[in-house]
């Protein structure tokens, strides 16, 4: 996916929709979505656009914040950075796939719940609203942000002041993510050598450790 822009009319606002792909794209990197978002931005802040809102969607149907999901809201605060929340909208989504009651307590829980992860986006200012479906639904969320006073995001400040990409905060926690990930491979890698290892001196197969890779280990050993 790239990024689209949708011209429309919505009550008496003439209104431009950018949809970007999340940091859970399952056909780029998150280095290559930060790079395509990062581009928009800077070419829009050049044009002297800016934006009126900005609605982040979460899924009420899942059941808790996944890995991925805390990843995408940590780099989306450090995209807009924490003057911006006051033109932020946090929107639930696919509320017809759980019940009421199901739904609004993972609502609460994002909200004031023990991790909330909302809970210092709002202190700041993001509203909290909910996505039926409808039309109707859409044009609410919409009208909601369009008569805000345009801002930069903090991503757009960073670019303005010379930094790379890499240099910017939303740069930095993607780093700090790779590195983190990186580690926790090798570290994957040297558990599996160690059990490999004692499994050629023991002749004991570990569990971890499919029986037909280490048969195809000892015949390179013998």
Same mark, same amino acid.
């Given at each position: 996916?790239?990024?689209?822009?949708?011209?429309?009319?919505?009550?008496?606002?003439?209104?431009?929709?950018?949809?970007?792909?999340?940091?859970?794209?399952?056909?780029?990197?998150?280095?290559?979505?930060?790079?395509?978002?990062?581009? %928009?931005?800077?070419?829009?802040?050049?044009?002297?656009?800016?934006?009126?809102?900005?609605?982040?969607?979460?899924?009420?149907?899942?059941?808790?914040?996944?890995?991925?999901?805390?990843?995408?809201?940590?780099?989306?605060?450090?995209?807009?950075?924490?003057?911006? +929340?006051?033109?932020?909208?946090?929107?639930?989504?696919? %509320?017809?796939?759980?019940?009421?009651?199901?739904?609004?307590?993972?609502?609460?829980?994002? +909200?004031?719940?023990?991790?909330?992860? %909302?809970?210092? +986006?709002?202190?700041?200012?993001?509203?909290?609203?909910?996505?039926?479906?409808?039309?109707?639904?859409?044009?609410?969320?919409?009208?909601?942000?369009?008569?805000?006073?345009?801002?930069?995001?903090?991503?757009?400040?960073?670019?303005?002041?010379?930094?790379?990409?890499?240099?910017?905060?939303?740069?930095?926690?993607?780093?700090?993510?790779?590195?983190?990930?990186?580690?926790?491979?090798?570290?994957?890698?040297?558990?599996?050598?160690?059990? +490999?290892?004692?499994?050629?001196?023991?002749?004991?197969?570990?569990?971890?450790?499919?029986?037909?890779?280490?048969?195809?280990?000892?015949?390179?050993?013998?």
């Amino acid at each position: 996916m790239n990024i689209e822009k949708i011209h429309c009319k919505v009550g008496p606002y003439n209104i431009t929709l950018v949809d970007t792909p999340g940091f859970d794209d399952t056909s780029r990197s998150d280095t290559e979505v930060l790079i395509l978002i990062a581009n %928009w931005l800077r070419d829009s802040y050049k044009d002297r656009t800016f934006l009126s809102g900005i609605i982040y969607l979460h899924r009420i149907s899942d059941p808790r914040m996944s890995g991925s999901s805390i990843k995408n809201l940590r780099m989306f605060r450090k995209l807009c950075g924490v003057e911006s +929340m006051g033109n932020v909208s946090l929107v639930t989504t696919m %509320w017809d796939k759980v019940s009421r009651i199901e739904g609004e307590t993972r609502e609460r829980d994002l +909200m004031i719940g023990e991790n909330g992860f %909302w809970a210092a +986006m709002i202190a700041s200012g993001c509203l909290v609203r909910r996505h039926d479906g409808s039309v109707g639904s859409a044009q609410h969320l919409i009208m909601d942000l369009a008569g805000n006073c345009p801002i930069m995001l903090r991503l757009q400040e960073e670019i303005a002041e010379g930094k790379k990409l890499i240099e910017t905060e939303a740069g930095v926690s993607l780093n700090e993510e790779i590195i983190r990930v990186q580690r926790q491979h090798e570290e994957e890698l040297r558990s599996v050598k160690e059990e +490999m290892e004692l499994a050629m001196k023991t002749g004991i197969p570990p569990l971890s450790i499919p029986t037909f890779l280490l048969t195809a280990l000892k015949g390179i050993h013998d």
